[in-house]
């Protein structure tokens, strides 16, 4: 399984980005597959997640601002990520887990200035 995340860069507060995660080795459509992200000196956190039946959660952080979907056919999960504020500087990471395994993406650096 491999995750290949993508979309990352450098925003002003209150723009908008969408990340990606290609999956391979893997079907994103059957799994739960969820994105977290982690800031410099804080521990990593869960900002969303996509169940197999299309359900979606989201931390009380994003709420609101983010949302998460998934193309079956690309087979790549999205973080359509607006109205960003720079506390939701970090690098974001798809992550799954699947056949008793964690797997990570290699992350992408969201940073946004004020």
């Known amino acids: 399984v491999q995750l290949q995340a993508s979309g990352g860069g450098l925003v002003e507060a209150g723009g908008s980005l969408r990340l990606s995660c290609r999956a391979s080795?893997?079907?994103?459509?059957?799994?739960?597959i969820d994105w977290y992200r982690q800031a410099p000196g804080k521990q990593r956190e869960l900002v969303a997640l996509l169940t197999s039946g299309g359900i979606a959660n989201y931390s009380d952080a994003v709420k609101g601002r983010f949302a998460i979907s998934r193309d079956n056919v690309k087979n790549t999960l999205y973080l359509e990520m607006n109205s960003l504020k720079p506390e939701d500087t970090a690098v974001y990471y798809c992550h799954v887990w699947w056949r008793d395994r964690n797997y990570w993406g290699q992350g992408t650096l969201v940073t946004v200035s004020s």
């Open positions: 080795g893997m079907r994103v459509s059957i799994n739960t």
